[in-house]
């Protein structure tokens, strides 16, 4: 089954203790993305990447890192979180090779970050 | 950056009647529209999109409409149904993958 997967889904944790969220992908996609959703804002992306070793910023990447060292996975790493970054983080990967319906981006279940 | 705008924030509507969501955005340069749904608890979904060599799309009850010159479009839901309640967000980009989002409508359809 073609998917995108989160882990963890929901996390607690306190300011300043570095997290990983991780995100992989079975659709051997070349673009993959993170945003972040909070009420009234929409979705706003962090950081993304058009293929292994190749990340770029997105439109609020302060306070975030990203890697993408193999295809299918592409972590979002909080090095000191801190309570402004509690939110709603899905990721998301896309085909950027052109056929019918190629350039849909297939979202993550989504990880809920609580920082206190 | 490509700057989108999206109204009205909230949308109510009678089960049977029409739904209208609006976008604008700012990067003449963008040639590739799509449409996501969020059900409650859900992840977002592509519903339609449209590409800026065509005018408008429809897939059974709903339809997009694109004004390149006026740099604006819309998402149009007919004969609206429950299922129909979520939050839906536009998206403008002008390379295809790298999308910019509104901050979404959520409609609401009372029975």
């Known amino acids: 089954e073609a998917q995108v997967t989160q882990n963890p889904r929901y996390l607690i944790t306190v300011t300043g203790k570095k997290l990983t969220v991780t995100c992989s992908q079975n659709?051997?996609?070349?673009?993959m993305s993170w945003y972040r959703q909070d009420p009234g804002l929409g979705l706003r992306q962090i950081y993304y990447?058009?293929?292994?070793?190749?990340?770029d910023k997105g439109d609020v990447p302060e306070g975030y890192k990203v890697s993408r060292k193999e295809k299918r996975n592409f972590p979002l790493i909080l090095e000191s979180p801190s309570p402004n970054q509690t939110s709603l983080y899905f990721c998301?990967?896309?085909?950027?090779?052109?056929?019918?319906?190629?350039?849909?981006?297939?979202f993550g279940p989504g990880t809920r970050l609580t920082v206190t | 950056g490509e700057n989108v705008e999206q109204h009205p924030s909230t949308l109510s509507v009678q089960e049977g009647d029409s739904a209208v969501i609006k976008c604008t955005y700012s990067?003449?340069?963008?040639?590739?529209f799509p449409w996501y749904k969020q059900e409650l608890g859900k992840r977002p979904q592509l519903i339609i999109d449209i590409r800026s060599n065509v005018g408008e799309k429809k897939d059974q009850r709903i339809a997009v409409t694109l004004n390149k010159t006026a740099k604006h479009f819309s998402l149009h839901i007919t004969e609206t149904q429950p299922e129909d309640s979520a939050v839906y967000f536009c998206?403008?980009?002008?390379?295809?993958?790298?999308?910019?989002f509104g901050a979404g409508t959520t409609v609401t359809v009372r029975a």
């Open positions: 998206a403008a980009s002008s390379n295809d993958y790298k999308l910019s």
């Open positions: 998301a990967s896309s085909s950027m090779t052109w056929r019918r319906g190629a350039y849909e981006q297939y």
């Open positions: 659709m051997n996609h070349e673009y």
């Open positions: 990067d003449s340069a963008s040639n590739y």
């Open positions: 990447s058009m293929n292994v070793e190749v990340t």
